[in-house]
Antibody
Framework: QVQLQESGPGLVKPSETLSLTCSVS????????WSWIRQPPGKGLEYIGY???????KYSPSLKSRVTMSVDTSKNQFSLKLSSVTAADAAVYYC???????????????WGQGTLVTVSS | QSVLTQPPSVSAAPGQKVTISCSGS????????VSWYQQLPKTAPKLLIY???KRPSGIPDRFSGSKSGTSATLGITGLQTGDEADYYC???????????FGGGTTLTVL
């Protein structure tokens, strides 16, 4: 059973960079696409982007200028960096796997439990 | 404002059937596959339906999905109190080159 676990600081200061890591267990990170999604408190899901195990990426246009994703296959982890954060970036951040049996990047079959990131000085 | 449009809430009695709609456009729903997610309170979303109408292993056949043109529908039969959750549709948007989600629908089982 594939399991994903997000980790990183729960508090980030405005204008600084949010950094999160997703650790994958129970399966290999190789040959899969991996995504980040966030959910502001009380609101809906917002897609951030995905990364392939090879390192190729696709980011949401609304966040593209501030997002960087990377992957470390040796550690079975992938990461998210979001720069110049503001209060609007406060959310629960989820990592997820793109379902390899699906025909869309919107099909996400395994999710982490999510980690709450607060933006405050 | 979400790219995909869902009703904010729906409700039905236990044992009844409910449908949740998701409306998009030609750049997203019109040409790409739709997924549906169930999010129970304080938990991560769970994939219910993918590729418009396929159920992942372990999802009961009480849950069904369909798509026609630029709209999709999630159906839930034999409603249970445990089905009370937020439901989201999602698909790829070819113009944005990104996944887009609906705003979510809260299901209440009265």
């Amino acid at each position: 059973q594939v399991q994903l676990q997000e980790s990183g600081p729960g508090l980030v200061k405005p204008s600084e960079t949010l950094s999160l890591t997703c650790s994958v267990s129970g399966g290999s990170i190789s040959s899969h696409y991996w995504s980040w999604i966030r959910q502001p408190p009380g609101k809906g899901l917002e897609y951030i982007g995905y990364i392939y195990y090879s390192g190729s990426t696709k980011y949401s246009p609304s966040l593209k200028s501030r997002v960087t994703m990377s992957v470390d296959t040796s550690k079975n982890q992938f990461s998210l960096k979001l720069s110049s954060v503001t209060a609007a970036d406060a959310a629960v951040y989820y990592c997820a796997r793109v379902d390899p049996s699906g025909r869309s990047a919107a099909s996400l079959d395994y999710w982490g439990q999510g980690t709450l990131v607060t933006v405050s000085s | 404002q979400s790219v995909l449009t869902q009703p904010p809430s729906v409700s039905a009695a236990p044992g009844q059937k409910v449908t949740i709609s998701c409306s998009g456009s030609s750049s997203n729903m019109g040409k790409n596959y739709v997924s549906w997610y169930q999010q129970l309170p304080k938990t991560a979303p769970k994939l219910l339906i993918y590729d418009n109408n396929k159920r992942p292993s372990g999802i009961p056949d009480r849950f069904s999905g369909s798509k026609s043109g630029t709209s999709a529908t999630l159906g839930i039969t034999g409603l249970q109190t445990g089905d009370e959750a937020d439901y989201y549709c999602g698909t790829w948007d070819s113009s944005l080159s990104a996944v887009v989600f609906g705003g979510g629908t809260t299901l209440t089982v009265l």
